[in-house]
């Protein structure tokens, strides 16, 4: 039998009041696509750390902005997009310090990137600053 592929889409304030309702909301997603506990902690992390950036550095915490978060899953993956209309970045020109560097300064910032990388399967990026930037994640449903 094929599996339909399903998409839901949540548009939210620019606000870190609203970070409850997008963890659950990708959670409840990456859950009906039948993604284990594990692999549904690591999408909601990776979207929570991707939604705080925009928040914080696209937007500005100004909360008039909007973050759009779609999700979709078939039987292959959960694909899930963060989309603002913020202050883009180039992401590869973004220095990657050695993390045992960053941790001796116990510096806060510099490991969002990093961290959405090591939980997710693929990360892509699609930046026009001030027009549309894109955050697009992929979490495998089956591994291997």
């Given at each position: 039998?094929?599996?339909?592929?399903?998409?839901?889409?949540?548009?939210?304030?620019?606000?870190?009041?609203?970070?409850?309702?997008?963890?659950?909301?990708?959670?409840?997603?990456?859950?009906?696509?039948?993604?284990?506990?594990?692999?549904?902690?690591?999408?909601?992390?990776?979207?929570?750390?991707a939604c705080c950036n925009v928040i914080e550095h696209a937007y500005g915490n100004d909360v008039s902005k909007e973050i759009t978060v779609r999700a979709t899953f078939d039987g292959d993956a959960v694909?899930?997009?963060?989309?603002?209309?913020?202050?883009?970045?180039?992401?590869?020109?973004?220095?990657?310090?050695?993390?045992?560097?960053?941790?001796?300064?116990?510096?806060?910032?510099?490991?969002?990137?990093?961290?959405?990388?090591?939980?997710?399967?693929?990360?892509?990026?699609?930046?026009?600053?001030?027009?549309?930037?894109?955050?697009?994640?992929?979490?495998?449903?089956?591994?291997?």
């Amino acid at each position: 039998m094929d599996v339909l592929e399903q998409t839901f889409t949540l548009h939210v304030p620019s606000s870190t009041k609203n970070l409850v309702m997008i963890r659950d909301f990708v959670n409840r997603v990456a859950e009906q696509a039948g993604l284990e506990e594990s692999n549904r902690s690591k999408i909601e992390l990776a979207v929570d750390e991707a939604c705080c950036n925009v928040i914080e550095h696209a937007y500005g915490n100004d909360v008039s902005k909007e973050i759009t978060v779609r999700a979709t899953f078939d039987g292959d993956a959960v694909r899930i997009s963060v989309i603002d209309s913020g202050a883009g970045f180039a992401p590869d020109e973004v220095p990657q310090e050695e993390l045992r560097e960053l941790i001796r300064q116990r510096r806060t910032g510099g490991l969002g990137m990093r961290l959405i990388k090591t939980l997710m399967d693929e990360v892509r990026y699609e930046i026009e600053p001030g027009r549309r930037n894109e955050l697009h994640m992929v979490k495998k449903v089956r591994q291997g």
